[in-house]
C-alpha cells in the first residue's frame, strides 16, 4: 500500500505585493514536481469565510497538513482551529530559535468549551516571511513530508489500518475575498476570564455551549481596533493583521520585548497606559457608530480599586453552579 501524501495548503498573501505571490508561485511549482505532495493554493486565512471552499478543503484532509501563511504560527493556529480545522500541531524548524513553534506540547482548554474531539492528524504552521527564498520552505516540506510517510509506514508494519480515503478536490480558483478584521483566541492562553465580552460593545463575542469564551459576530468588529486584545490579561486574543508583533501572534517578546503598546514615545509623545490606550480605541469606534463615549467606566474590570464587593463577586462566580 502506498504511504499516505502530505498536503500542502498555501494561504496566499493580502494584496497583490509581486515579490510575495512569486514566492507563493515557486513553492507550490517545486512541490508539484513531488510523488509525496498534495498542493493546493487558498486565499488569505483571515479572509475566507466559514463556508469558503478553502475551509471546506481544509476541514476533509485526513491526513497530516502543512499550512504556509503570511502570518505568525501561533494565529495560524487559532485561526484553522476556530473553523473547525483542528489536529496535534507538528514542530516546524523554521524561525524556531526559542522553540516557539513547537505546539505538540500545547495544554488545550477544550474542557471549558464545545470543540469537540481533536483529530488524529498533525498540521504543521509555516511562516512565509520567515525568507525570501523558496528553498527554504520546500527543504522544510521535505523533512515533514519525511517524517508524515515514515509514522504511516510504522502503522502499516504494526498492522494498523491506514488512512486511504483522499481529501476533496482542492478549491478552484475564484473571487479573491474581501478583507475582512477580526480577533482570533488562543485557548492555550484563555482563562475564561470575561473581560473581553465586559470590554467590547459591538457584539463580537459570545458563549459557546460550554459557557466558554467565543467571537462569535467576526464581522462586527471595528476594521483596525485592537483594543480587546490590550485588555486581556493572558495575551490570549490576537488580531492577525496587525503591525504589531504582539497583538498579531508572535509569542511575547519575539520581536517586541513583550510590548503591546505602540512606541509612541520616540515621536515625543508620552506613552499610554495599555488600558487608557485601550478605552480611546473603543471610544474612537463608538464615535464613528453615533454612539457615546465611555471612556474608562465601562468594561474595564482592572482600571478601578478592587475592594471587598469584587472579592465577594469573584467568589460566587467561581463556585459550580
Keep these: 500500500m502506498p504511504p499516505r501524501k502530505l498536503t500542502v495548503v498555501i494561504s496566499q498573501a493580502q494584496g497583490a505585493n509581486p515579490a510575495k505571490r512569486q514566492l507563493e508561485e515557486d513553492i507550490a511549482v517545486a512541490m508539484f514536481g513531488r510523488g509525496d505532495v498534495e498542493v493546493s493554493v487558498v486565499p488569505p486565512l483571515v479572509d475566507m469565510t466559514a463556508d469558503d471552499p478553502g475551509f471546506l478543503f481544509l476541514r476533509g484532509v485526513p491526513g497530516d497538513v502543512v499550512v504556509a501563511s503570511w502570518l505568525y504560527p501561533r494565529a495560524t493556529q487559532w485561526v484553522l482551529d476556530r473553523q473547525g480545522v483542528r489536529g496535534q500541531y507538528g514542530k516546524t524548524l523554521l524561525g524556531d530559535e526559542d522553540g516557539s513553534n513547537d505546539f505538540s506540547d500545547v495544554p488545550r482548554t477544550d474542557a471549558i468549551r464545545a470543540a469537540g474531539p ?3 492528524r498533525a498540521i504543521y504552521c509555516l511562516d512565509l516571511r520567515i525568507s525570501p527564498d523558496a528553498a527554504t520552505f520546500v527543504d522544510e516540506i521535505a523533512r515533514i513530508a519525511e517524517e508524515s510517510r515514515v ?3 510504522t502503522l502499516t508494519t504494526l498492522g494498523l489500518p491506514a488512512v ?3 481529501p476533496p478536490a482542492p ?5 479573491a475575498p474581501k478583507r475582512r478584521w477580526y480577533p482570533v483566541i488562543d485557548y492555550s492562553r484563555c482563562t475564561n476570564c470575561m473581560e473581553c465580552i465586559d470590554f467590547c460593545l459591538f457584539g463580537v463575542y ?3 455551549d460550554a459557557g466558554a469564551i467565543l467571537v462569535e459576530e467576526q464581522d462586527s468588529c471595528k476594521k483596525g481596533c485592537p483594543a480587546c486584545s490590550r485588555v486581556c490579561p493572558e495575551n490570549a486574543i490576537m488580531f ?4 504589531t508583533p504582539v497583538i498579531a501572534g508572535a509569542d511575547d517578546g519575539e520581536d517586541t520585548g513583550g510590548f503591546k503598546l505602540d512606541l509612541s514615545k520616540l515621536f515625543g509623545a508620552p506613552e499610554k497606559d495599555p488600558l487608557e490606550l485601550a478605552a480611546a480605541e473603543r471610544d474612537v469606534e463608538l464615535l464613528r457608530d453615533g454612539r457615546d463615549a465611555v471612556g474608562m467606566q465601562v468594561g474595564l474590570r482592572r482600571s478601578k480599586t478592587r475592594d471587598a464587593m ?6 460566587l462566580d467561581a463556585l459550580p453552579l
Design 118 to 120: 481533536t483529530p488524529d
Design 151 to 153: 509514522e504511516v509506514a
Design 164 to 166: 486511504t480515503a483522499q
Design 171 to 175: 478549491p478552484k480558483k475564484a473571487e
Design 206 to 208: 459570545g458563549v459557546d
Design 240 to 243: 492577525p493583521g496587525h503591525k
Design 310 to 315: 469584587d472579592d465577594l463577586i469573584d467568589e
